[in-house]
């Protein structure tokens, strides 16, 4: 029976980097698109990926607001940021928020894709879990709730899960 192929979401609010990221992985991967956090959100709960694309700069909710919010809800999926900013600490806030790897745009096919296959592997270490997250998992199933994707009880049970996996 063929192995299923890992899951990626690519989190990018410019059409043409997500073109892009698919294209480049969509040949070792199932990948799925959301254009802004919001969507992310909703995504990350339907498609349950394995790894995480984002970007920074989006509109809204931006890309580092996001990254607490998934290392609170889902800490055991790496977000690999990849940014074009101009900010020269951009890298280091990232990765104090969660992030398991940085790449600068632009970016080459061949490093990219041995970064993805790096941190699905396991060879890049996942992030500390921070103490004081619970607001941000309480955002992301607040926004699962209104769309109808889960109940109040669903959300209920989801928060004491987290809850529980903070005090281990």
């Known amino acids: 029976m063929p192995e299923s192929k890992k899951k990626i979401l690519i989190i990018d609010d410019e059409k043409s980097i997500t073109l892009l990221l698919a294209g480049i992985l ?23 990926p394995d790894l995480i694309t984002s970007d920074v700069n989006m509109p809204g909710l931006d890309g580092n607001a996001l990254l607490p919010i998934i290392r609170a809800w889902k800490p055991h999926i790496p977000v690999l940021v990849i940014s074009g900013s101009i900010d020269p600490d951009i890298e280091e806030k990232c990765l104090k928020k969660g992030a398991s790897g940085f790449i600068a745009k632009p ?7 041995e970064q993805v296959q790096k941190t699905l592997a396991g060879e890049v270490p996942p992030p500390e879990i921070l103490e004081n997250i619970m607001s941000e998992v309480e955002l992301a199933l607040m926004v699962l709730e209104r769309e109808g994707l889960t109940t109040r009880d669903q959300t ?3 928060l004491k899960k987290v809850k529980t996996m903070l005090k281990k």
């Open 107 to 113: 970016f080459e096919r061949v490093p990219l894709l």
């Open 156 to 158: 209920k049970e989801e």
């Open 26 to 48: 969509k040949s070792n991967y199932q990948v799925e698109v959301a254009q802004n956090s919001h969507d992310a959100i909703l995504k990350i709960h339907q498609f349950q």
